[in-house]
């Protein structure tokens, strides 16, 4: 089984948006846009991305946030067209969680405009075990051959300049549940949530961009012998384990144009044999004719 990772997509379309919708937090994401003009966000790219999926026989594809720039319905109906119609996943063949972008605004979250459009990917195989959160039902499961895909949400509203994420206590009690489901228990668990879970390198930035309770989700995993747990938010390819127990694994920003090589344009790719046994870990990256990919290993690097 071949599980592609793709993150941080950060797809832009601001047509038909009133400059009002701007008078609010989203006017430091608009000149944050308009300044970082360097690492630019390129549609093209995650376009390119579905032809190589294609071409690798990816089984399923996960996507760890960060879907949209600032939780504008018109992002979230192009994003959603180009993952539905452009790259056609299936929500069979995908699972999709929210970044901390796509709870941009309070009113955003309060709306529940990510759980609206992407309402039928977030579809569990374990619904009974989810809880209602604006961001969609979470824990979202899809038991896929010998693996259990598990999305959380840690996308919450935050002040200007702030990028940390939450999952919340509820959120938290659930996965607890989830975990120890037979049906979860005999596979070979899959997390996939926005907000790396590794200790990030100072209080300050764990303050500012990092998952407020990560000692509340490794508790839930006390029992869990061994997990993959991927994450985006970095905008860097990374690998390196958590807790001893797990492989922890970030993409890089799907869309992103950047001199770095690590930080440039790609997908992970996961494999496991039928048993359910992590096989193989590698990076798809954009070569500079846009079109064609090499195949490079997840860089082992930390937060830091
Ligand atoms: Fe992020």
């Known amino acids: 089984m071949k599980i592609a990772h793709l993150s941080d997509l950060h797809l832009l379309d601001l047509t038909g948006v009133s400059p009002l919708r701007f008078l609010n937090k989203r006017i430091s994401g608009y000149f944050n846009l308009r300044i970082r003009r360097k690492h630019i966000h390129r549609v093209d790219y995650v376009r390119a991305m579905g032809k ?4 690798l026989d990816i089984d399923h594809v996960i996507i760890t946030g960060d879907i949209t720039n600032m939780a504008l319905e018109s992002e979230f109906a192009f994003a959603r067209d180009v993952i539905a119609n452009e790259l056609e996943l299936t929500p069979e063949r995908l699972t999709i969680v929210p970044g901390n972008h796509d709870a941009y605004t309070r009113g955003a979250y309060k709306k529940g405009r990510f759980a609206a ?3 039928e990917y977030l579809r569990s195989d374990l619904p009974e075990l989810s809880i209602k959160l604006p961001m969609g039902p979470f824990p979202v499961v899809k038991l896929r051959g010998a693996v259990a895909i598990v999305g959380l949400s840690t996308a919450v509203p935050q002040m200007p300049f702030i990028a940390a994420g939450e999952l919340g206590h509820l959120q938290v009690t659930a996965l607890e549940k989830v975990v120890m489901h037979p049906e979860v228990k005999r596979r070979t668990l899959v997390l996939a949530l926005h907000h790396p879970v590794e200790a990030p390198p100072s209080s300050l930035k764990a303050w500012l961009e990092g998952l407020r309770d990560r000692d509340a989700l490794l508790s839930a995993l006390a029992m869990q012998p061994h997990a993959l747990v991927l994450h985006g938010h970095l905008h860097r390819r990374i690998s390196r384990p958590l807790d001893r127990r797990f492989a922890h694994l970030g993409a890089t920003s799907a869309s ?6 690590a930080r440039h344009s ?6 496991f044999d039928d048993e359910g046994k992590f096989v193989d870990q590698w990076s798809e990256v954009l070569e500079e004719d846009q079109k064609t ?10 937060w830091a």
Do not use: I, M
């Open 266 to 271: 790609a997908f992970n790719v996961y494999t």
């Open 117 to 119: 459009y992407f309402s």
């Open 256 to 261: 992103l144009h950047h001199a770095d090589g």
């Open 52 to 55: 190589q999926l294609d071409r």
């Open 293 to 302: 990919y090499r195949r490079e290993a997840v860089p082992e690097s930390t």
